[in-house]
């Protein structure tokens, strides 16, 4: 009988096992540059550096009232990781350093405008780590992480990570994607945003949509009064109503009923939907915008499918096993699997109506 080599007696290839402590390097590398790269987008060092000649940490220190040593060593690691521009020195040393944005750095670190906007990607997985040892802990018993038990930061980072997004796509073609919902948003209809957190999606389409009215529901109160206040910002406050309320607590009948990065959070994704069924009026739809998946794991282990499940480790399948029934889908759940969810809960009509690179966008109809 023939056993199987254990890791203790397998033959080792050297270079197999250079590439993978290559790849470990650049992978730590990667994990300490994100939060400095944060840590810049909150002292406002990108934003102080955008549209002037290259500087000198002393310069740059001069400019902000920042500590120097530390400015110059911020500066040496983030043009390291190709987030701000070498640009040369007069003697070799750190001290004459001169540092600049170049105009896709500027873009991807100032402009929240951009659909390359990153800080809110920072921001949010930053916060993210923060929960290693509640997750260490959840491994052993199983449990569960609520939304609302997350660092502050998350809320925040992540309505500034998915909001250039929903600038870009969601009333230019996600929207339009869904068979007669335009038309009915134009003439006056009426949508209810579940999940909202901070509204975001929930303001675009009413500055989109005068005439319609709109309704955000989020189980988060700090997120909820946030939520109001970019209403109220935005100039949309008397057609945009927020309220404190969990996903199956839809009071009315809607046009269209939308759930913009968070139905896999939700620990009981059925019930949720199987309320937005029946809070459907007739013609309506249902939009379920979720991050981009796939129903085979060898289509999942590439960049954005290594992004997208750590991100889900740390935060959406513990959110989603926090409550019964615990169905912790995660955000890998797949379109097949996320269609059969929807049939589940009741609707005759699950189809993926469009894609972007990160996001699946499906229309659901009774």
Known sequence: MTSTPTAATATIDPATLEALVGQVITDAGAALVVP??????????????AGRDATTAAELAAGTGLSERYLREWLETMAAAGYVTYDGDTDGSARS?????????????????????VAGALQ????????????????RTGEGIGWHEQHEDMFVGTERFFRPGYLANLTTSWIPALDGIEERLRAGGSVADVGCGLGSSTVIMAQAYPRSRMVG??????????????????????????????ATDLAGQYDLITFFDCLHDMPDPVGALRAARDAVGEGGAVMLVEP?????????????????LGASMFVCLPSGLSADPAAGLGNQAGPARTCEIAREAGFGTARLATSTEVNHVYELRP
């Open 97 to 117: 350093a001169r540092y600049r944005l170049s105009p896709e750095q500027t873009e991807i670190f100032t402009n929240p405008e951009s659909p390359a906007y």
């Open 124 to 139: 949010n997985l930053t916060a993210a780590t923060r929960m290693l040892d509640r997750l260490t802990e959840a491994f």
């Open 217 to 246: 529901l989020d189980y988060h109160p700090q997120s909820v009064e946030l939520a109001q206040s970019r209403a109220e910002a935005a100039g949309v406050a008397d057609r945009v109503t927020f309220r404190v309320a969990p």
């Open 292 to 308: 981009m998946s796939w129903d085979r794991v060898p289509d999942a282990l590439n960049p954005l499918g290594r992004l997208l």
């Open 36 to 49: 400095l790269g944060l840590l810049g987008d909150r002292l406002g060092l990108f934003s102080a550096m």
